[in-house]
């Protein structure tokens, strides 16, 4: 009668029923789903990482991790990765998550435009998603796994202002091409301004934001050199992404000191820079958590049909060199 089988009187039936809710009876999905050995399959879209160390390594082991763990039941997993640099790459990767037929996606809503046009897609289609690292707020989507921007951005400005003890010139610093159109930094940035602007109601402290496309053209460093040029007050210096090693590289070849450096993610060429004391703060994320949580969000919904948060912020870690070992 549980499972729907076979002829049972209608009062008999009623008085089970209301015997099983006093019970509190569920059946038992993952049994079910073993024995009917469909294949769940996942989509991961994912920014493709720049080297083996980089950033974007981390959440993926997280999604291997849970893959592990659940492929037996059924799960299948279908990775796709974009440029970083090139919006159109993420705009044809997500093309293909389309044509690929999935029951769920995990992505990192890299570029807005592109990732609400992707959405609008999968909304039509029914198909489940999770954000990690970068959270659209106006988007329905199934749920978020990551760090809360805004209040990361409003936790690094505190940082630097009680380490510049005078009123001094701060560079928030972008290495990002089309910022406009990066969610995340841009929350980064708002928490950053915001809170001098609710604790610095004098302006005492002068903010100054540049934008650099591409970093790993060392010509930067000129442009650099004209901004110190005109500004020689700058103590403070926050990068909104992974990229702090390159100021850090920057300051160490001029023989800058006494410049508070502070970026995010604990990536192998920031920690080198936060051991020899160039950086002063990174701010982490726990991407390798946010990759297994997304994973083990979709499961729980699209496999245990249970539900799901719809944010799960991770911690917001402040490393220094006198921690760093712990967070490795």
């Not at 990482?49 to 799960?75: C, D, H, R, T």
């Not at 005492?204 to 650099?224: H, M, V, W, Y």
């Not at 799960?312 to 870690?317: A, E, L, P």
């Amino acid at each position: 009668m549980i499972h729907n089988r076979g002829e049972v009187n209608p009062a008999t039936k009623e008085k089970i029923l209301k015997m099983l809710e006093e019970m509190d009876y569920h059946p038992n999905i993952l049994a079910s789903t073993l024995a009917s050995k469909k294949i769940v399959s996942f989509a991961i879209l994912f920014p493709e990482p720049q080297s083996e160390e980089s950033y974007w390594n981390k959440p993926m082991n997280g999604v291997k991790k849970a893959f592990n763990e659940l492929q037996q039941y059924g799960i299948k997993i279908s990775v796709f990765r974009f440029s970083q640099a090139e919006p159109s790459s993420f705009a044809t990767e997500a093309q293909k998550v389309l044509e690929g037929n999935f029951d769920g996606v995990v992505l990192a809503p890299f570029f807005s435009r592109e990732s609400k046009t992707f959405i609008r897609e999968l909304s039509l289609r029914n198909i489940p998603f999770v954000f990690i690292d970068s959270n659209l707020k106006e988007c329905e989507k199934l749920s978020f796994v990551g760090q809360n921007s805004y209040q990361s951005g409003a936790l690094s400005a505190r940082l630097l202002d009680f380490s510049i003890p005078e009123p001094a010139s701060i560079l928030v610093l972008h290495f990002a091409k089309e910022m406009d159109n990066q969610n995340h930094l841009m929350q980064r940035e708002k928490g950053f301004y915001e809170y001098f602007e609710k604790n610095d109601p004098g302006k005492q402290n002068k903010l100054i934001t540049l934008e650099i496309e591409n970093p790993a053209d060392k010509s930067f460093f000129g442009t650099i050199d004209r901004l110190f040029a005109k500004n020689n007050n700058i103590r403070g210096i926050f990068v909104t992404n992974s990229q702090v090693y390159r100021i850090a590289e920057y300051l160490e070849q001029r023989n800058i000191k006494n410049i508070r450096l502070i970026g995010h993610d604990l990536i192998r060429e920031n920690a080198e820079y936060l051991k020899k004391g160039v950086v002063d703060f990174l701010i982490c994320q726990r991407p390798e958590e946010q990759g297994y949580q997304a994973v083990n969000t979709l499961f729980e919904h699209v496999i245990m049909k249970k539900q799901v948060q719809n944010e799960n912020f991770t911690s917001i870690d402040i490393v220094t060199k006198e921690n760093l070992d712990y967070y490795k």
